[in-house]
């Protein structure tokens, strides 16, 4: 098997799922087809994909962020408590802070990750615990304010056409897919994923590669928090709460495998659309609260039967041998 | 080139190492020059991985020098060690699966290009260059974990060679090769000796050190107990150095059981992958091998036997009675035991204690009121401890911190502990030291003694001869070959595993 058949097995599932879905949508309810529903889609589905794509880096080092949703928390409300006059230099606060603060507790999580040698998952939920707790101090209920040029800019248009949302997007999923494919930070985050000790032993520099690892995560956390202060035009100290496991969720259906090493971000957008188009459809059909949320989750075990059972190859290869490599 | 430098490349001077108060590697000189290949044999915890770890900068030594090119180093890690041009081919493979050739090979030294990008046509060119070198033809896109084990070999020696190494340490490259790829990888390691490489090989195969080596060392509890040049030693004399034994001690004395035995064990079914019908059965008091080149469908004949599938229209009847053996709990209730080849994936748990491993399987035995009886638990444990002589210091003692021949006994008393009426062995003795070898192929022999249909699979020519009684050879999922007493010869046997008369077509093997 070569590398590219390995990545259409990879990204194929996730995308064909998403188009049955959507079409599928579009065939039920008309109106799901119009131009303004598919610009919510693109607004809904920008920060699922920013950390859906930290959260995936992160895996594919064989680690977890669970403080993703801190670092959205905490630099959207630092994002609201920014100067909300227009004026470049404002401008230009917003723009940087929020990403730094993020990237500042990603720093931090791979400081004590790696220094420490401690298991990413504890320390992730014990520093998103503490970032939560200093939300919650700067901006102890939702509010603050975003300047309106920045408000009009995120949900406008360029020229007149191109939605802002939908440009964000595509960058940050352009850059990390060249990132992952065609540098030798990407390289390395796979072959630690792969095996640590390995890594090493071949002159990667495991740990400086993984505090990059979790410095992007937060950094990407900072973005998507300062695309919900600019979307929802104040800050929420709990804003990020949800994107914790629906992070995990949307990596997961993009194909990256929790056990780490397999896995990119080719598959982020089809995870991502399919995860936001069940809220969107079952919205749309009124479906009731209780069975959304049953829903949901049938549908979300059904995206991964299909789309992950490379991983599951590797458990069941355990106990039986695989055979049809030495066939080939 | 080679002819100016010092011949000299790498000397190493009163090596010490020690951990937790153990000398792992006592005081030992060991030199290398260019052009030669300098092999390093002795026992599994002799100290042969441990003085290599020093070299490569692993382990920092307590005392002792290293001189490189005559030059004095110390190397606080390995990537500074391969910055020198120490390279090491690891025994367990140290490639990733997940990554393709290219990638693993260029692993570590990226070629960029100015932009910051990785120049895949560049490493793409690189690696296909080397393979080439090697006379290796693969895809560099090909995923390694998609490659067979002696192509991933190949890449792994690839890799060593793609950062220009000089030294070149092969970790007990030949482990899980059969017998012509061991033959291409020696052609490897005299086409690297002519470019003026030095050479370090260490194997448990004695008479593959034999035929390549310039100079041995023969280590032995951490010490160095002598080295000479290879045409000086014997297969006997190298035994003797590194036991202390005779080889005439190795193999037990076989059974010399007579063809109309009762039969054990007997199996007839249609291999799945080439679509052939294999049948044979196992007399009492007999040890069967099965040999042949590798991937000819042993493994899948004898993993069908363990309910692992693999066969169609199965019949196995153990002692006369047909049973069915769908899925390894099955094949468990009716007294088949299979120890697995790869003891570091399918055969330890490796963080559990050595009490918990050798219960493992048999946890359900030794229940009252739902609850494990432990007293009777640690009884069984002590006695299966004693009947292997597996060395631990105490039942509790996690399996990784065992040495590898240790290891290999745990796995095999798991499967003891239920009184298995047929025991399957794989590879029993693979990267294990001599020592343990001999007292694996006395415990196969008791076992067959007992009552037991033994069924062994290995790619050691010599253990096949040594140890069974009679061998089964196979080629391309047909029984090919059937041989007896002293018609087990390694010529018989490489004969029959290129030969492609159906016996059990000809109705000549049951």
């Known amino acids: 098997m070569t590398e590219r058949q390995r990545n259409l097995r990879l990204f194929v599932p996730v995308y064909a799922i998403f188009l049955f879905i959507y079409l599928g949508a579009c065939i039920v309810e008309p109106t799901f087809f119009t131009w303004n529903n598919n610009v919510n889609l693109f607004t809904r589905i920008t920060p699922l994909i ?52 993020g990237l500042c507790v990603g720093l931090v999580n791979g400081f004590i990750i790696t220094r420490g040698g401690f298991p990413p998952l504890i320390v992730t939920l014990a520093s998103g615990a503490i970032w939560k707790g200093v939300s919650l101090f700067i901006l102890p209920e939702p509010g603050g304010n975003i300047s309106q040029g920045i408000a009009g800019t995120v949900t406008g248009t360029v020229f007149n056409f191109l939605p802002v949302p939908l440009l964000i997007f595509l960058a940050v999923f352009f850059l990390f897919q060249t990132v992952l494919r065609r540098t030798a930070f990407g390289r390395s985050v796979y ?11 071949s002159g990667i520099l495991v740990s400086r590669i993984k505090i990059g690892v979790y ?23 709990l804003v990020g ?22 896995g990119g971000v080719v598959g982020i957008i089809g995870g991502a659309y399919i995860f936001q188009l069940l809220n969107n459809i079952l919205n749309l059909l009124a479906v009731s609260t209780f069975y959304q949320y049953v829903a949901k989750g049938l549908v979300l075990i059904a995206a991964l039967a299909v789309t992950s059972s490379g991983a599951g190859i590797r458990l069941g290869s355990t106990f039986r041998r695989p055979k049809k490599r030495e066939a080939e | ?48 991985s441990t003085l290599m770890k020093v070299l490569a900068g692993i382990h920092a030594p307590d005392a002792g020098k290293i001189y490189l090119r005559g030059k004095e180093c110390r190397f606080g890690s390995y990537s500074e060690a391969r910055d020198a041009r120490i390279g090491i081919v690891y025994q367990e493979l140290s490639l990733l699966p997940e990554l393709t050739v290219a990638e693993n090979i260029v692993m570590g030294a990226w070629p960029g290009t100015a932009g910051g990008l990785l120049d895949w046509n560049r490493a793409r060119a690189v690696s296909t260059s080397i393979l080439k070198g090697i006379g290796v033809e693969i895809d560099p896109y090909t995923l390694v974990g998609s490659l067979p084990m002696a192509l991933r070999q190949m890449v792994e020696i690839g890799k060593v060679l793609s950062q220009e190494s000089e030294l070149i340490v092969f970790d007990e490259p030949t482990a899980p090769l059969s017998r012509d790829e061991v033959g291409i990888l020696f052609d490897i390691l005299r086409d690297l000796k002519r470019r003026g490489k030095g050479i370090i090989f260490i194997s448990h195969r004695l008479d593959e050190v034999l035929a390549i080596s310039d100079r041995i060392t023969v280590m032995k509890d951490g010490k160095l107990v002598v080295t000479d040049s290879a045409a000086s030693f014997s297969e006997e004399t190298l035994i003797t150095a590194m036991v202390g034994r005779k080889v005439s001690e190795i193999f037990p004395v076989k059974s010399g059981s007579s063809t109309d035995a009762q039969v054990l064990f007997s199996f007839d079914g249609v291999l ?69 080849e790869n003891r570091n994936e399918e055969g330890v748990f490796p963080i559990l204690s050595v009490l918990e491993n050798l219960c493992a399987s048999t946890v359900d035995h030794r229940k009252r009121f739902g609850f494990i009886r432990r007293a009777e638990e640690s009884r ?18 996690p399996a990784r911190s065992l040495s590898g021949g240790n290891m290999q006994k745990l796995v095999i008393g798991k499967w003891l502990m239920f009184d298995p009426r047929v025991v399957i062995l794989l590879e029993p003795t693979k990267g294990v030291d001599v020592a343990t070898k001999q007292q694996i192929y006395k415990l196969i022999r008791d ?32 029984l090919t070959g059937c041989l007896e007493g002293p018609a087990i010869t390694e010529e018989n046997i490489m004969k029959a595993s290129v030969s492609s008369r159906d016996l059990v077509g000809a109705e000549e093997c049951v």
């Open chain 1, 50 to 101: 920013i950390v859906g794509i930290a959260q995936s880096l992160v895996i594919l080092t064989g680690g977890i962020d669970l403080s993703l949703g801190a670092s959205i928390g905490l630099s959207n409300v630092i994002a609201a408590s920014l100067p909300f006059v227009d004026s470049p230099a404002n401008i230009v606060l917003w723009l940087v802070v929020p990403p730094l603060v």
């Open chain 1, 191 to 201: 072959a630690i994923g792969g095996n640590e000790t390995i890594a090493f032993e």
């Open chain 1, 215 to 237: 410095a992007i995560s937060g950094m990407l956390g900072g973005l998507a928090g300062m695309f919900l202060s600019g979307l929802m035009n104040s800050g929420d100290p």
């Open chain 1, 241 to 262: 709460e949800p994107y914790i496991l629906n992070s995990i969720a949307v990596a997961v259906i993009g194909g990256t495998s929790l056990s780490g090493g397999t």
């Open chain 2, 1 to 48: 080139m080679a002819d100016q430098s010092p011949p000299v490349l790498l000397e190493m001077r009163g090596i010490v190492k020690s951990f937790e108060g153990t000398r792992a590697v006592d005081g030992v000189d060991f030199s290398c020059s260019r052009g030669e290949i300098h092999s390093l044999v002795g026992e599994n915890g002799a100290g042969k």
């Open chain 2, 272 to 340: 799945e992958p080439s679509r052939t019908r294999v049948a044979f059965s196992v007399r009492k008091g007999e040890v069967l091998g099965f040999g042949g080149l590798q991937g000819q469908g042993q493994l899948e004949l004898l993993q069908a036997i363990f309910g692992l599938g693999g066969c169609e229209s199965l019949s196995l009847k153990i002692g006369g009675r047909p049973v069915a053996v769908r899925n390894p709990i099955l094949a468990m209730r009716n007294g088949i035991a299979l120890v697995p």
């Open chain 2, 380 to 397: 069984v444990v002590r006695e299966m401890v004693d009947r292997l002589s597996i060395r631990i210091a105490s039942q509790r003692q």
């Open chain 2, 447 to 478: 076992l067959a003694e007992r009552g037991v249909a033994v069924m062994v699979k290995t790619s050691d020519m010599l253990e096949l001869i040594g140890v069974c009684d009679r061998v089964l050879v196979m080629n391309q999922g047909l």
